[in-house]
T-cell receptor
Framework: AAGVIQSPRHLIKEKRETATLKCYPI?????VYWYQQGPGQDPQFLIS???????DKGSIPDRFSAQQFSDYHSELNMSSLELGDSALYFC????????????FGPGTRLTVL | AQSVTQLGSHVSVSEGALVLLRCNYS??????LFWYVQYPNQGLQLLLK??????LVKGINGFEAEFKKSETSFHLTKPSAHMSDAAEYFC?????????????FGRGTQLTVWP
């Protein structure tokens, strides 16, 4: 069965650079969630989209932005990167919002030097 | 907001022993509850979920969890641990009354299985 695809899997950036993370949800899933997992931490919700509209917003820095496109893939744009942004970024998708099961991608490991 | 408490950041068991990973939630309304497993350098894989009146939920790899409203708990168990069960396990909740869907995760429990 098709799963959530994230690219790139690994990304190394310098401080103050920008990064773009991509997420391709499971086919026919209309909702995408982004989570950030710092070293040794639990995943923290950043932002979500339902039918290409932002549906919820969590602890996402103003330096970050995201959108969901017409084909339902999503991109997380991160600017003015800081050392503390080094983390594993997960994308999850579901069919509909609410309590529907979220299926997670393998994550993008971002390292900021 | 929802919150999840996982008691014990590290649990060690011998192969073949019972696995018990604890999860308590705080909510005035029983939420949707999930257990995810994360192997090193991998994403989160759904083990099982509770979304209905069936209080005992069976998942993959022989795991099961029991929802106890009176104790606000959703502990994960497996009768006999296998070496391949060594991983980090996260309990997560979603507000049943919300259409937003964000998951609130516990801090995780690292399971070690000794031969």
């Amino acid at each position: 069965a098709a799963g959530v695809i994230q690219s790139p899997r690994h990304l190394i950036k310098e401080k103050r650079e920008t990064a773009t993370l991509k997420c391709y949800p499971i086919p026919r899933h209309d909702t995408v969630y982004w989570y950030q997992q710092g070293p040794g931490q639990d995943p923290q919700f950043l932002i979500s989209f339902y039918e290409k509209m932002q549906s919820d917003k969590g602890s996402i820095p103003d330096r970050f932005s995201a959108q969901q496109f017409s084909d339902y893939h999503s991109e997380l744009n991160m600017s003015s990167l800081e050392l503390g942004d080094s983390a594993l970024y997960f994308c999850a998708s579901s069919l509909g919002g609410g309590g529907d099961t979220q299926y997670f991608g393998p994550g993008t490991r971002l390292t900021v030097l | 907001a929802q919150s999840v408490t996982q008691l014990g950041s590290h649990v060690s068991v011998s192969e073949g022993a019972l696995v018990l990973l604890r999860c308590n939630y705080s909510s005035s309304v029983p939420p949707y509850l999930f257990w995810y497993v994360q192997y090193p350098n991998q994403g989160l894989q759904l083990l099982l979920k509770y979304t209905s009146a069936a209080t005992l939920v069976k998942g993959i790899n022989g795991f099961e969890a029991e929802f106890k409203k009176s104790e606000t708990s959703f502990h994960l168990t497996k009768p006999s641990a296998h070496m391949s069960d060594a991983a980090e396990y996260f309990c997560a909740v979603n507000d049943r009354g919300s259409t937003l869907g964000r998951l609130y995760f516990g801090r995780g429990t690292q399971l070690t299985v000794w031969p």
